[in-house]
């Protein structure tokens, strides 16, 4: 078990250090995938299909997933999904047809049902519970920075070398990943006499609906930024480097100095002190977006977003860890993050289709909409459990 107050041990320090790795070969192609699948003559609602099955394959073997976390053990499975979204990354670039990107991002996809799940469970297993918010928070810090450089340096090797070059040099990067969960300690030990655990976590269900009205708007913004940027004309050079490369540097700036705090908060004043700003954050930051037509106007969008994004996706994930036991702690996870990959492809999919026919605002004033009516949903939660929202400690 963990020491009773130690956050910053070993294991949590590879963990986090696997997903930075993990996460950043990840956001290598989600700022450029869009683009080849264009080159290949994809139209809008193409990207659309391709971004948002990559997430729906992974929520259909999420539920697989918890249970053989909670089965199996954390690592071993861990290790197999990193060898298949490594697999996707080799062979990525020796295809050059629409259909066949789609079956890559079905491996791809099954490979990534597995990393979040696993990788936020590892992180539950070897922090002490009441400071769960924290570690939730510092353990974002490490894809916040990988959301940071990912994207960044996909940029760089498309725009100075190829999509080939963005592939491969993903695949370099997840390389180290696979050595560094394997000198994790597992700290879980799966009982033969337990009883197997469920699909889907009963409890987790609440924060998970909650979790997928922000992950539309979420999924929108991810998918279809680096299109609405050219649309409206935001496509000039800052010292060399494509405009809205900086839109993802100043998005994970905000969210390194903003998620240990809004862990803290969750940790001190209940979850609510985090999640109810963050989602109206986040719905400013895709109203904003609605909006957007320069690149000040853009970076703010980042810094709104991101402070939305920083404090809600850790703090709800937190409240699911504390509603359920050990046991089914890889079952909640995976019921959470079924809920939050079927926003991220439910924001591709639909609004690829609203944008297309439609507009980027029509699109973006709509996941406002959406996001708002989840907050309002966590409101009511918040009452029908006679917890005040500006007083009382919702654990």
């Known amino acids: 078990m963990p020491e009773e107050n130690s956050v910053w041990n070993r294991d949590f320090i590879l963990i986090d250090l696997t997903s930075f790795l993990v996460f950043g070969s990840f956001y290598y192609l989600l700022s450029t995938l869009q683009y080849y699948v264009l080159d290949l003559g994809g139209s809008v609602a193409s990207v659309g299909l391709i971004m948002g099955i990559f997430t729906l394959v992974a929520v259909a073997f999420r539920p697989v997933v918890g249970q053989l976390l909670d089965s199996r053990g954390r690592r071993i499975i861990l290790m197999v999904g990193i060898t298949l979204i490594l697999v996707s990354f080799v062979i990525y670039p020796l295809v050059h047809a629409l259909w066949w990107v789609i079956l890559i991002r079905i491996l791809h996809g099954i490979g990534w049902s597995v990393v979040p799940v696993a990788i936020s469970t590892l ?63 597992e700290r879980y030990q799966p009982s033969t006499d337990r009883p197997k655990s469920p699909l889907l976590s009963r409890p987790a269900l609440l924060p998970g609906v909650v979790m997928m009205t922000a992950s539309i708007g979420y999924g929108s913004v991810v998918s279809f930024l680096p299109i609405l940027v050219l649309q409206r004309g935001i496509t000039g050079h800052f010292l060399g480097i494509s405009d809205y490369a900086f839109y993802y540097i100043v998005y994970a700036l905000t969210l390194l100095l903003t998620r240990g705090i809004w862990g803290r908060l969750s940790d001190k004043y209940g979850r609510k002190a985090a999640i109810i700003p963050g989602m109206l954050l986040l719905a400013a930051g895709t109203f904003l977006l609605a909006i957007t037509w320069s690149f000040p106007l853009l970076l703010l969008v980042g810094v709104v977003y991101a402070a939305g994004f920083g404090s809600t996706q850790p703090s709800i994930l937190a409240w699911t860890i504390d509603r359920v036991g050990h046991s089914e702690m890889g079952a909640a996870v995976s019921t959470f993050f079924i809920a939050f990959d079927g926003g991220l492809g439910l924001g591709a999919l639909i609004m690829g289709m609203v944008s297309q026919y439609f507009s980027y605002q029509v699109t973006f004033i709509t996941t406002t909409l959406i996001t708002l009516i989840g907050l309002l949903l966590y409101v009511y939660y918040l009452y029908n459990e006679g917890i005040h929202p500006m007083n009382s400690i919702d654990k």
């Not at 002490?128 to 994207?151: C, T």
């Not at 070398?161 to 040099?169: D, E, I, M």
């Open 123 to 185: 992180v539950a297993d070897v922090v002490p519970a009441k400071r769960r918010g924290e570690a939730m928070g510092y353990y974002s810090n490490f894809m916040d920075v990988a959301m940071a450089v990912g994207p960044f340096v996909g940029v760089l090797l498309l725009q100075y070398g190829s999509f080939t070059t963005v592939c491969l040099g993903a695949a370099i990067t997840l390389l180290p990943a696979l050595v560094l969960v394997w000198t994790v300690r």
